[in-house]
């Protein structure tokens, strides 16, 4: 069993900057591949970015690539969204997720372990 907790979500301008954690406590961190899904309001809960277990690939979805960076340490049980020129549009409530039984997957369903979420809110 894993337990995520995400922090770091706010209100920022246009074009600004925010840094997501995600905080994983339990165990065997490394054996889960960790996604960033966000869901805006009236929308469906969409992917945003992954970052696999052991060989350290990742995966955005088109609407981030470029801006967002995914990362991970494993000696801290934490994964990042470090995220870059923000649109209006990035606007959404913001989950870490953990995928232990599913490899290299954009799918909510593939995902076993998710946090509360943190809230992100740029303004134009």
């Known amino acids: 069993q894993v337990q995520l907790v995400e922090s770091g979500g706010g209100l920022v301008q246009a074009g600004g900057s925010l840094r997501l954690s995600c905080q994983a406590s339990g165990r065997s961190f490394i054996a889960y591949d960790m996604g960033w899904f966000r869901q805006a309001p009236g929308k469906e809960r969409e992917f945003v970015a992954r970052f696999s277990r052991g060989g350290g690939s990742s995966d955005y979805a088109d609407s981030v690539k470029g801006r967002f960076t995914i990362s991970r340490d494993n000696a801290k049980n934490t994964v990042y969204l470090q995220m870059i020129y923000l649109k209006p549009e990035d606007t959404a409530i913001y989950y870490c997720?953990?995928?232990?039984?599913?490899?290299?997957?954009?799918?909510?369903?593939?995902?076993?372990?998710w946090g509360q979420g943190t809230q992100v809110t740029v303004s134009s």
């Open positions: 997720a953990a995928a232990r039984r599913v490899y290299s997957s954009r799918r909510i369903a593939d995902y076993d372990y």
